[in-house]
């Protein structure tokens, strides 16, 4: 070969080297994949009433494990079954869960290459012990028919980083290697207990209130009633223009009384009230069969000796009245009663199990029971005449009524408590402190004295701080 020739052949191979590397940094488009999926729904469509059981899981970094949250269809409702079968009652939760894969529109296939799927968060959470780096895991979903047919599964992934809506999603159906984009609300997904359930445990969102009673007081443990020490008893009245506190006991007979504490209280009343509406709990326990039965339908003459376990728990059985068991409980208790006659009572007992050796936070065992308030219903005066002659008869038959009101009125509020009863027979709750010191805060009474009492109930009513055991 002469050498102008291998000069051209020369320069021929640098200019193809020289086209190629530069290529490899020319920002090119990012290529997008053709798919057939595009603006197709990602699954068959469904009835949502055929949706029978609904499984949800995802890992957990934190606590370096996967979290699960199985719920089933028993009868009309749902129930959670990690949690006992306790009742899914956020019926807002159970719908946005059962209703999250209809209609999923395909709005782009992103890749069909496996080693994209950790880019993207849509690895399979099941896959953890073989992913060294977990941040790739996406949540899972699974929805299935009575027969355990899947009507949808999907596992959602990271967001889109510019989508001004925050809706956009990389998800993939499990088995399948490709990922799509679509809109998809991850709050359907949650793995908490306490999103499933109603947090309104005293059942007071359509009734109005007549008085709360927080009693602080404390039992030392293993001493049981005999080492009750009162912090404070404050009675709360609550009206239409909001709520006033009408009476502050103090340990060793010390009262306060109005005059002598506040007339700007109302805030702090309905500070706690609203509290009241939003007992958020992360957990359940199940009383045994024999416990159950005697919360069902309590009575004097019946052997209480299983409520002694209770004990465990920081709750002490100390008599029977007004149709129900009557406690003392570790931590003190808060009672509502309503204009229709029903006092709810919940106790608080003492410290509940940490879920994990990561959670520092605190929780207590909390157990409820409601009965009936008679003095709600006073009796009516029977008329009478000055002389001692009867009284008229639209008099007498006035008066008979209001008796006849009182009874009906009496028999409404006890079958609410039977109602309420029941339901709560079976459980004990497990309430976060924060909640805690919410309903029952801690009161600071040393800088107050008789001859001083407080310019404010916010002087009164300030909740310390909780420093996280270690």
Known sequence: MNNPSF????????????????????????QVVESEMVGEPL?????????RSIEIEKFNTDKNEIEKIQLERDGEQWVLLQNRKYVASNAGQVSAAANSLTEILVLEEKTEDQQDHFEYGVVDPEDHPTQPNRSGLGTKIVLEDRNGKPLGKLIVGAKLKDDPSGKKRFVRVPG??????VDFDPNALA?????????????????PIEKIQVTDYRLLPNEGVASET???????????????????????????????????MRGQAQSVFRQLLNINFSDVLRKNNEMQKLFEAPAADLDTAVLKSLENLGFYKVGFANGV???????????VTTKDGLKVTMYIGGLARRSSEEDLRLSYHVLFSAEVDASVFP????????????VDAQVNKEYLKKVADRTNALKAANLRASAFNRFYAEWVYVVPESVINGIRPDLDFASLSPSNPASSIGDLLKVKPTTPQK
Not at 43 to 51: G, K, L, N, P, R
């Open 7 to 30: 000069k051209t052949l020369f320069m021929v191979l640098l200019a193809v080297v020289s086209s190629g590397i530069a290529a490899s940094f020319y920002p090119w488009p990012e």
């Open 43 to 51: 699954f068959e469509s469904y009835d949502t009433t055929a949706v």
């Open 176 to 181: 399948q290697p490709s990922v799509y984009v």
């Open 191 to 207: 793995t908490e207990f306490e999103k499933w359930v109603d947090p309104n445990l005293f059942q007071l969102a359509n009734v």
């Open 230 to 264: 009162l912090n404070y008893r404050a009675t709360l009245n609550v009206g239409q223009a909001g709520g006033s506190l009408v009476k502050l006991e103090l340990a060793k007979g010390k009262e306060w009384q109005p005059s002598q504490i506040s007339t700007k």
């Open 325 to 335: 068991y009557l406690f003392k409980s570790s931590g003190g208790e808060v009672s």
């Open 379 to 390: 009796m009516p005066k029977k008329p009478t005449s000055d002389d001692g002659s009867e």
